[in-house]
Structures are given as structure tokens and as C-alpha cells.
């Protein structure tokens, strides 16, 4: 059984092998074509606009996040001057 299975995979790739090679190398070559087309043609074809638009800042959420901010700080500083017990020691 697989001896008749090889044979005919072997005759099958005999006769068409030229045929898969070059639907392999086709696909290959679409690939290449859309990866091309999408990470440099169309990074190269944008035009760098500047935007100007004023960005306005909550002060509520400002200040919120200031106080994140040092409380996060805060609890790194608390961290870092604590005492640990070493177990190695």
C-alpha cells in the first residue's frame, strides 16, 4: 500500500513538477509584491502633513493625573528606603 502510494506520488511529481514550481514561485512573488506595496509604497507615498490644532487640557484631569504621579513616586521611594529580611544571611 504504500509502496503503490509512493510510486504514484512519485510519478505524480515527475510529470508536474515544473507546473508546481511555478505556482509556488508566483504566490512567492504576490507575497512579495503585497508586503512591498503595504510596509514601503504606501509609507513612501504619504505626504507628512503638520497639525496645528490647539490641544486644550482638562486642569481637573491634569491635576489628577499629577497626583498619580506622586503617589506613585511616593510608594517607589517607601520601597526603596524599607528594610527587607534577607534570608541568605
Known amino acids: ?17 515544473l507546473y508546481i514550481i511555478a505556482i509556488l514561485f508566483i504566490v512567492l512573488v504576490c507575497i512579495n509584491f503585497f508586503v512591498y506595496y503595504k510596509y514601503i509604497y504606501l509609507l513612501t507615498d504619504v505626504e507628512m502633513g503638520i497639525i496645528n490644532d490647539e490641544v486644550k487640557i482638562d486642569q481637573e484631569t ?27 544571611n
Open 1 to 17: 500500500m504504500k509502496e503503490t502510494l509512493l510510486k504514484k506520488t512519485y510519478n505524480f511529481l515527475k510529470k508536474y513538477y
Open 62 to 88: 491634569l491635576q489628577n493625573v499629577l497626583d498619580n504621579i506622586i503617589l506613585r513616586e511616593n510608594n517607589l521611594d517607601r520601597v526603596r528606603t524599607n528594610k527587607y529580611f534577607d534570608p541568605f
